[in-house]
């Protein structure tokens, strides 16, 4: 009895380390998409923060190309800037909120592109 417990134990943790990831459910193809449409703009269209946009801004978008930055950021925690805008987070309030034009979705799609195409990272503990 001891061993099946044991076994249940081990078999559900290791489903829950393996559930995928919300970047790794959302399609990034569609994410770069929605990206190129309302976030090059200010974050440029390889995330560098360099966007034409961005010479208006102070302080100046984040570089989402940036590994080391946005590995210490969950996924949800990039839902949450994008759908909330950054004065949600406590961060700069020229982030605006996208939430009431991109649907929860396509924020996730972003997210994917995001990771896998811009900074290439996942987020480490």
Same mark, same amino acid.
């Given at each position: 009895?001891?061993?099946?417990?044991?076994?249940?134990?081990?078999?559900?943790?290791?489903?829950?380390?393996?559930?995928p990831?919300?970047?790794?459910?959302?399609?990034?193809?569609?994410?770069?998409?929605v990206?190129?449409?309302?976030?090059?703009?200010?974050?440029?269209?390889?995330?560098?923060?360099?966007?034409?946009?961005?010479?208006?801004?102070?302080p100046?978008?984040?570089?989402?190309s940036?590994?080391?930055?946005?590995?210490?950021?969950?996924?949800?925690?990039?839902v +949450?800037?994008i759908?909330?805008g950054?004065?949600?987070?406590?961060?700069?309030?020229?982030?605006?909120?996208?939430?009431?034009?991109?649907?929860?979705?396509?924020?996730? +799609?972003?997210?994917?592109?995001?990771?896998?195409?811009?900074?290439?990272?996942?987020?480490?503990?």
């Amino acid at each position: 009895m001891k061993n099946a417990i044991l076994l249940a134990t081990i078999v559900f943790s290791f489903a829950l380390f393996q559930a995928p990831r919300l970047s790794q459910a959302a399609d990034s193809a569609k994410g770069k998409e929605v990206y190129g449409t309302y976030c090059a703009l200010c974050h440029g269209p390889t995330g560098l923060g360099d966007g034409v946009g961005a010479a208006a801004l102070d302080p100046k978008p984040r570089d989402l190309s940036s590994a080391a930055l946005l590995e210490g950021y969950t996924d949800e925690y990039l839902v +949450n800037v994008i759908a909330n805008g950054g004065a949600a987070v406590g961060k700069s309030p020229a982030m605006p909120p996208w939430a009431g034009v991109v649907s929860p979705e396509d924020i996730e +799609n972003v997210v994917a592109h995001i990771r896998q195409n811009l900074c290439k990272c996942e987020y480490k503990k």
